[in-house]
C-alpha cells in the first residue's frame, strides 16, 4: 500500500485490489504483475485480494481482460465509460429489490458461480450508488485508489509521499507541469 486512506466503502475495495494486482512499484518503477502468482495460490488470493474464490471460470486469461477494462474505465476517459458493457452482456445479473430508509432500491446479485460475476454485481452496485466515479487510477503511477474528496476531483494517488513507499504523484506532475511552462518561456 503506498499512501493511507485509498481503501474504497464495503466490498468495493476487494475491486480496488484486483486492479492493483498490476502496480509500478515506487522502489523498482517496474510494471509488476501479481495477478498469475495470485492466481495460482488460494490463500494468498484470500489473503491479499478477495474473499471469493477463484472458480473454474475464471482464467488467467479472462481476469487480465477484465482487469484492463476496470483499469480503463476507472482512468476517467469518456471513451472507456461503456467498456465494461460486453462484460455485462456476457454475465447477467439478478435484481433484488430491498427495503431502505427511503423506500425500495435494487441490489445486484451474481447470477453465476465465479468471481467475474462476484466482481461485476460490485462495480454495477457502485455505480448505482455513484461510488464507482470515486475509485480512480492515479494519472501518473496508475495506482488505484478511492477518492474520498468532498469534491471528488482527486488526480494522483497522493500529494505527500506520506510514508517511506509512499510516492508524491500530484505534487511530481505539479513539478513537471511547471518546469515545462519554464521551458516555454524560455523558448
Ligand atoms: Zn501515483
Same mark, same amino acid.
Given at each position: 500500500?503506498?499512501?493511507?486512506?485509498?481503501?474504497? +466503502?464495503?466490498?468495493?475495495?476487494?475491486?480496488?485490489?484486483?486492479?492493483?494486482?498490476?502496480?509500478?512499484?515506487?522502489?523498482?518503477?517496474?510494471?509488476? /504483475? @501479481?495477478?498469475?502468482?495470485? $492466481?495460482? /495460490?488460494?490463500?494468498?488470493?484470500?489473503?491479499?485480494?478477495?474473499?471469493? +474464490?477463484?472458480?473454474?471460470? /475464471?482464467?488467467?486469461?479472462?481476469?487480465?481482460?477484465?482487469?484492463?477494462? @476496470?483499469?480503463?474505465?476507472?482512468?476517467?476517459? =469518456?471513451? /472507456?465509460?461503456? #467498456?465494461?458493457? +460486453?462484460?455485462?452482456?456476457?454475465?447477467?445479473?439478478?435484481?433484488?429489490?430491498?427495503?431502505?430508509?427511503?423506500?425500495?432500491?435494487?441490489?445486484? !446479485?451474481?447470477?453465476?458461480?465465479?468471481?467475474?460475476?462476484? *466482481?461485476?454485481? *460490485?462495480?454495477?452496485?457502485?455505480?448505482?450508488?455513484?461510488?464507482?466515479?470515486?475509485?480512480?487510477?492515479?494519472?501518473?503511477?496508475?495506482?488505484?485508489?478511492?477518492?474520498?474528496?468532498?469534491?471528488? =476531483?482527486?488526480?494522483?494517488?497522493?500529494?505527500?509521499?506520506?510514508?517511506?513507499?509512499?510516492?508524491?504523484?500530484?505534487? *511530481? #506532475? !505539479?513539478?513537471? #507541469?511547471?518546469?515545462?511552462?519554464?521551458?516555454?518561456? $524560455?523558448?
Amino acid at each position: 500500500m503506498q499512501i493511507h486512506n485509498q481503501a474504497a +466503502p464495503g466490498k468495493l475495495e476487494e475491486v480496488r485490489r484486483f486492479i492493483n494486482t498490476w502496480s509500478i512499484p515506487n522502489q523498482t518503477r517496474i510494471e509488476t /504483475d @501479481l495477478l498469475p502468482p495470485l $492466481v495460482s /495460490d488460494p490463500i494468498a488470493w484470500e489473503r491479499e485480494v478477495s474473499v471469493c +474464490p477463484l472458480q473454474s471460470g /475464471d482464467s488467467l486469461e479472462t481476469l487480465l481482460a477484465l482487469r484492463t477494462d @476496470l483499469r480503463r474505465t476507472c482512468a476517467g476517459h =469518456s471513451e /472507456d465509460r461503456d #467498456a465494461l458493457n +460486453p462484460w455485462f452482456e456476457q454475465t447477467p445479473l439478478i435484481a433484488l429489490v430491498r427495503s431502505t430508509d427511503g423506500g425500495t432500491a435494487t441490489q445486484l !446479485k451474481p447470477s453465476q458461480n465465479t468471481y467475474v460475476a462476484y *466482481i461485476l454485481a *460490485i462495480v454495477a452496485n457502485a455505480i448505482n450508488c455513484a461510488q464507482w466515479s470515486r475509485l480512480k487510477t492515479c494519472g501518473d503511477c496508475q495506482w488505484a485508489f478511492y477518492d474520498h474528496t468532498r469534491s471528488a =476531483s482527486k488526480r494522483w494517488c497522493g500529494m505527500s509521499k506520506g510514508g517511506p513507499q509512499g510516492r508524491a504523484c500530484g505534487t *511530481i #506532475a !505539479k513539478v513537471r #507541469a511547471f518546469r515545462e511552462r519554464e521551458v516555454r518561456k $524560455v523558448r
